[in-house]
T-cell receptor, first 113, second 114 residues
Framework: SQQGEEDPQALSIQEGENATMNCSYK?????LQWYRQNSGRGLVHLIL?????REKHSGRLRVTLDTSKKSSSLLITASRAADTASYFC?????????????FGRGTSLIVHP | DAGVIQSPRHEVTEMGQEVTLRCKPI?????LFWYRQTMMRGLELLIY????????DSGMPEDRFSAKMPNASFSTLKIQPSEPRDSAVYFC????????????FGPGTRLTVL
């Protein structure tokens, strides 16, 4: 199945620094999504970027997509302790006539106050 | 809307017992997904429904697992008999459509099989 792989697996930074996470995937896609999971909670959708978009912003989040390299990055600027969470990319997988998001293993981000 | 509701939040059972996990999707969402999350395997899609009909159950690990969706507002995931390797967090998610539609996840059920 199509599955993105996040890199790095773990990231530890100080509050105020920027955090960058990467996602690589294997086959052509028409969109890619990023989700966040706080400890002990379900995943929460952050942002979707379409294949015809190179960059997208939402608050302190900036997502890029390079379809030629089959990769995406998620940048969190001026990180806060509350950004501590795992971050997942999700890429579409063809199943039963639909396209279902499939998730990588995630990047665990720790932001130290 | 209260979001996706799952129950129980925690379940501890002994090997061989039957376990039933429950999910109420967001009203109006026509897709419902069951996932399992473990450290070893990450987040795995077990099965998903469209308009209460199971579409793809290729992720269900074995015959001990079954899922039903008797109506648009309720789904169950049953494990019978349970085994220690079934210990994981099970998530239910719902969405309006697929493709570019975001999924809304429930809080999960943490299952421990002793």
């Amino acid at each position: 199945s199509q599955q993105g792989e996040e890199d790095p697996q773990a990231l530890s930074i100080q509050e105020g620094e920027n955090a960058t996470m990467n996602c690589s995937y294997k086959t052509s896609i028409n969109n890619l999504q990023w989700y966040r999971q706080n400890s002990g909670r379900g995943l929460v959708h952050l942002i979707l970027i379409r294949s015809n978009e190179r960059e997208k912003h939402s608050g302190r989040l900036r997502v890029t997509l390079d379809t030629s390299k089959k990769s995406s990055s998620l940048l969190i600027t001026a990180s806060r302790a509350a950004d501590t969470a795992s971050y997942f990319c999700a890429t579409p997988y063809a199943s039963g006539g639909s396209y279902i998001p499939t998730f990588g293993r995630g990047t665990s981000l720790i932001v130290h106050p | 809307d209260a979001g996706v509701i799952q129950s129980p939040r925690h379940e501890v059972t002994e090997m061989g017992q039957e376990v039933t996990l429950r999910c109420k999707p967001i009203s109006g969402h026509d897709y419902l997904f069951w996932y399992r999350q473990t450290m070893m395997r990450g987040l795995e899609l077990l099965i998903y429904f469209n308009n209460n009909v199971p579409i793809d159950d290729s992720g269900m690990p074995e015959d001990r697992f079954s899922a039903k969706m008797p109506n648009a507002s309720f789904s169950t995931l049953k494990i019978q008999p349970s085994e220690p390797r079934d210990s994981a967090v099970y998530f239910c998610a719902s969405s309006q459509g697929t493709g570019q539609n975001e999924q809304f996840f429930g809080p999960g059920t943490r299952l421990t099989v002793l």
